[in-house]
């Protein structure tokens, strides 16, 4: 069974860091470009950031380029985001899922609320 579990968030105040991890299990994701997103209360999920399968090529939304870094390390199949300078616009629940995304992939996601 193929799921990716997210942790690492948790309640800080703006300005402060948080790094979140996607461990995958059931399956390699090393061939697989990947992918974080995040959902805020009442709206959309939106996407924040994504990695190619061998971690050279990197894409940000514009609302996180500059405080956000992706990574990933294959040999734990784990997808990292590394987030600074947070602001309490980033709060929302945070996702991981492959590139192109796939639907029984999402998984419960974890909570970053920012406070000002």
């Known amino acids: 069974q193929v799921q990716l579990v997210e942790s690492g968030g948790g309640l800080v105040q703006a300005g402060d860091s948080l790094r979140l991890s996607c461990a995958a299990s059931g399956r390699t994701f090393s061939n697989y470009a990947m992918g974080w997103f995040r959902q805020a209360p009442g709206k959309e999920r939106e996407f924040v950031a994504n990695?190619?399968?061998?971690?050279?090529?990197?894409y940000y939304a514009d609302y996180v380029k500059g405080r956000f870094t992706i990574s990933r390390d294959n040999a734990k199949n784990t997808v990292y985001l590394q987030m600074n300078s947070l602001k309490p616009e980033d709060t929302a629940v945070y996702y991981c899922?492959?590139?192109?995304?796939?639907?029984?992939?999402w998984g419960l996601g974890t909570q970053v609320t920012v406070s000002s």
């Open positions: 899922n492959s590139i192109p995304t796939i639907n029984y992939y």
């Open positions: 990695i190619g399968w061998s971690g050279g090529i990197r």
